[in-house]
T-cell receptor, first 116, second 115 residues
Framework: GAGVSQTPSNKVTEKGKYVELRCDPI?????LYWYRQSLGQGPEFLIY????????DSGLPNDRFFAVRPEGSVSTLKIQRTERGDSAVYLC??????????????FGEGSRLTVL | DQQVKQNSPSLSVQEGRISILNCDYT??????FLWYKKYPAEGPTFLIS?????DKNEDGRFTVFLNKSAKHLSLHIVPSQPGDSAVYFC??????????????FGKGTKLSVIP
């Protein structure tokens, strides 16, 4: 497809398990972002990639969260030892230009994570 | 500490009337503002934006107004249509540093347009 693709769309896991969420950005978009939307909240910034490197990971809540983008395209968000508070919709977005005032962010449909 | 605030969780409007969605911000570094629309089970989609050098931007039925002194912006939809029913997020960014690529979102306002 032409849009940002995220898999899985839904993931239910048990507390303490490991989870991976995948994002396939729009072809040619060098900038990739992960946001997290908890219930009743707006999306919150987690991490930004420019190419293969994480240019800013200041939004990751703790060291249980990690993200990679080894070839500058697909990205994987990894969550270790999941906790119930990690339950949220994880949104991925991509753009041609990282400056939000010059380029539109295109969001995927999100991966809904539920930790029991 | 909410830097972008949308104080109305929901709004109901009759079809054909005007919808006004409000947003306040506290960070003086914000100089670019956006509205995103979100349908259930979909990602947010960009609707309209405004730079702090302007006080109004119009795109079809959608107009965004910015009052910098009050740190307030609003989205007007005229006339409202049932297909406009969605959650609307206000977002802000700064043109330098981390703010140039990070968006700070409000909690959203759920708009219901009644036929």
């Amino acid at each position: 497809g032409a849009g940002v693709s995220q898999t899985p769309s839904n993931k239910v896991t048990e507390k303490g398990k490991y989870v991976e969420l995948r994002c396939d950005p729009i072809s040619g978009h060098t900038a990739l972002y992960w946001y997290r939307q908890s219930l009743g909240q707006g999306p919150e910034f987690l991490i930004y990639f420019q190419g293969t490197g994480a240019a800013d990971d200041s939004g990751l809540p703790n060291d249980r969260f990690f993200a990679v983008r080894p070839e500058g395209s697909v990205s994987t968000l990894k969550i270790q030892r999941t906790e119930r508070g990690d339950s949220a919709v994880y949104l991925c977005a991509s753009s041609l230009n990282p400056q939000v005032n010059t380029g539109e962010l295109f969001f995927g449909e999100g991966s809904r994570l539920t930790v029991l | 500490d909410q830097q972008v605030k949308q104080n109305s969780p929901s709004l109901s409007v009759q079809e054909g009337r005007i919808s006004i969605l409000n947003c306040d911000y506290t960070n003086s570094m914000f100089d670019y503002f956006l509205w995103y629309k979100k349908y259930p089970a979909e990602g947010p989609t960009f609707l309209i934006s405004i730079s702090s050098i302007k006080d109004k931007n119009e795109d079809g039925r959608f107009t965004v107004f910015l009052n910098k002194s009050a740190k307030h912006l609003s989205l007007h939809i005229v006339p409202s249509q049932p297909g406009d029913s969605a959650v609307y997020f206000c977002a802000a960014s700064a043109s330098s540093g981390a703010g140039s690529y990070q968006l700070t979102f409000g909690k959203g306002t759920k708009l219901s347009v009644i036929p």
